[in-house]
């Protein structure tokens, strides 16, 4: 309940419900905090060596279980207690796409505009040096799609990988790694088909073209 009339009544009460939910937390994490230091730790390992998450999905949907959702209201028009049931409830995360996290991503050097966006999350960076071990595979776009994601349309692009010989990248590109505490996000952000990618935003999006793919991975 917002208020009777308009958004600006009853913030008084509006403003106490949050500062006790605010207050709560802090007090659960205050009362926990040899088990939430443990936790996060634990988590922070589990990220900064590569092992969290190795499957990721880059795309997904919200499905349906056969749940009904009972949402209890009440009107001040009438006075009366109401409930709405939302049939259509979909508290599911399906994936629709999954990729295995590869050991970083290889960014040529005069890529500006990840170059920039890299250093704005102050990602661990280096430039990249071939190893005797290295797999490298290139993306190539072999048609663009667009999909639906919750009413918004984005990209959603075919691709093709195949590797490409480590030994001709040296000096020219920068290396990404995802064992790093933001990992995850930089595998969403620069896989071609994620639903969460740079290039589904206008700026990004001159990357993805038919036939090649800026990045690599490795």
Do not use: C
């Given at each position: 309940m917002n208020g009777k009339d308009d958004y600006t009544d009853n913030l008084k009460k509006r403003a106490q419900g949050q500062m006790t939910g605010m207050r709560g937390l802090l007090e659960f994490v205050f009362l926990n905090k040899k088990e939430v230091i443990k936790i996060t730790g634990r988590e922070r390992q589990l990220l900064m060596s590569g092992k969290a998450n190795l499957v990721i999905s880059v795309q997904s949907e919200h499905i349906g279980?056969?749940?009904?959702?009972?949402?209890?209201?009440?009107?001040?028009?009438?006075?009366?207690?109401?409930?709405?049931?939302?049939?259509?409830?979909?508290?599911?995360?399906?994936?629709?796409?999954?990729?295995?996290?590869?050991?970083?991503?290889?960014?040529?050097?005069?890529l500006?505009?990840?170059?920039?966006?890299?250093?704005?999350?102050?990602?661990e960076m280096r430039e990249y040096l071939p190893g005797r071990a290295d797999v490298i595979q290139e993306y190539t776009i072999l048609k663009t799609d667009s999909i639906d994601f919750e009413g918004d349309i984005v990209l959603n692009p075919f691709v093709e990988i195949r590797e490409y010989p480590a030994v001709q990248l040296a000096g020219k590109y920068v290396f990404i790694?995802?064992?790093?505490?933001?990992?995850?996000?930089?595998?969403?952000?620069?896989?071609?088909?994620?639903?969460?990618?740079?290039?589904?935003?206008?700026?990004?999006?001159?990357?993805?073209?038919?036939?090649?793919?800026?990045?690599?991975?490795?």
């Open positions: 279980n056969g749940q009904v959702l009972n949402l209890p209201v009440y009107s001040y028009k009438t006075g009366m207690d109401s409930m709405v049931k939302a049939t259509d409830y979909r508290p599911v995360v399906s994936s629709l796409k999954d990729v295995v996290r590869p050991a970083g991503y290889l960014v040529p050097v005069k500006y505009e990840i170059m920039e966006w890299a250093g704005r999350h102050n990602f790694p995802t064992a790093q505490i933001k990992g995850t996000l930089i595998v969403l952000g620069l896989e071609p088909a994620s639903m969460l990618g740079l290039v589904t935003y206008k700026r990004y999006r001159h990357l993805l073209k038919i036939g090649k793919y800026t990045l690599s991975s490795e």
